[in-house]
């Protein structure tokens, strides 16, 4: 399958149009964002990385039953995808506090969640990605009761398999962020990525941040670190 018009421009992905109108293919990039932009770099490799990285989660979610975009992957940074109609609730998954809900509720870093935390957000980089509930997401027509009752019930199954995928790797999943999308056929899918970008990895033992934390908090060896997942993953 060739790329052929370019149909979109992300941070870290590029999306072009095929012959078969009913798919995508995705270019991972290696261009790195955070904080909704301001802070900008490469990351050399990481479109490989994370292409590869991605593809592994999503056929193992695929073998779990999750319906997910992935048809498969093309060469190094290009993966071949369901054409998904995104929609614009970004969900995250968290199991250790960290990051924004570490600060939110008052909550040390590494505070284990009693209970996995689900939260949406408004995919609006104009916004800054705000944080909303369900009721914003009927107000505004985000989504359907019965869209939702699927995302969040998929999200709950997708936190519980890559759980224990990943602590048989010696890795702890702190939190994630996933997206969804309608297909041709109408049916709700996962889509974009699972990566190093999206998600907190942290080493089981040492705790050590294997994931763009170490790009957002300049901690150093971010190649190193999502070469180490990438190795885990295939180990
Ligand atoms: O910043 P925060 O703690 O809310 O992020 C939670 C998780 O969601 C992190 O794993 C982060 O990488 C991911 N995330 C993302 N894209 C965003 C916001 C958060 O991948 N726009």
Redesign the pocket.
């Known amino acids: 399958m060739e790329k052929l018009e370019m149909l979109y421009e992300g941070k870290a992905k590029k999306i072009y149009s095929t012959e078969d109108t009913d798919k995508v293919i995705v270019e991972y990039k290696d261009d790195a964002t955070a904080f909704?932009g301001e802070k900008k770099g490469q990351i050399s490799e990481k479109g490989k990385l994370n292409a590869k990285i991605s593809t592994i989660f999503f056929e193992l979610l695929e073998e779990k039953g999750i319906p997910t975009h992935l048809v498969e992957q093309l060469n190094e940074t290009d993966v071949l995808t369901k054409k998904l109609d995104i929609i614009l609730v970004?969900v995250?998954m968290?199991n250790i506090a960290?990051?924004?809900?570490?600060k939110r509720l008052g909550l040390e870093e590494g505070t284990e969640l009693k209970k996995p935390v689900l939260?949406f957000?408004y995919k609006s980089d104009e916004l800054g990605?705000p944080m909303i509930n369900e009721y914003h997401i009927y107000a505004e027509e985000l989504a359907t009761k019965e869209e939702l009752d699927m995302i969040k019930d998929l999200a709950f199954k997708i936190n519980e398999i890559l759980v224990e995928f990943l602590a048989d790797k010696g890795i702890d999943l702190?939190?994630?962020?996933l997206e969804f999308g309608k297909g041709a056929d109408g049916q709700v899918y996962l889509g974009d990525e699972i990566s190093p970008?999206?998600?907190?990895f942290w080493d089981s033992k040492t705790k050590k941040k294997l994931?763009?934390d170490r790009f957002r908090r300049d901690l150093g060896e971010v190649e190193g670190a999502y070469q180490e997942i990438l190795r885990r993953l295939e180990a």
């Open positions: 909704n970004e995250v968290r960290a990051g924004s809900i570490a939260e957000y990605d702190v939190d994630f962020k970008d999206t998600c907190r994931d763009k």
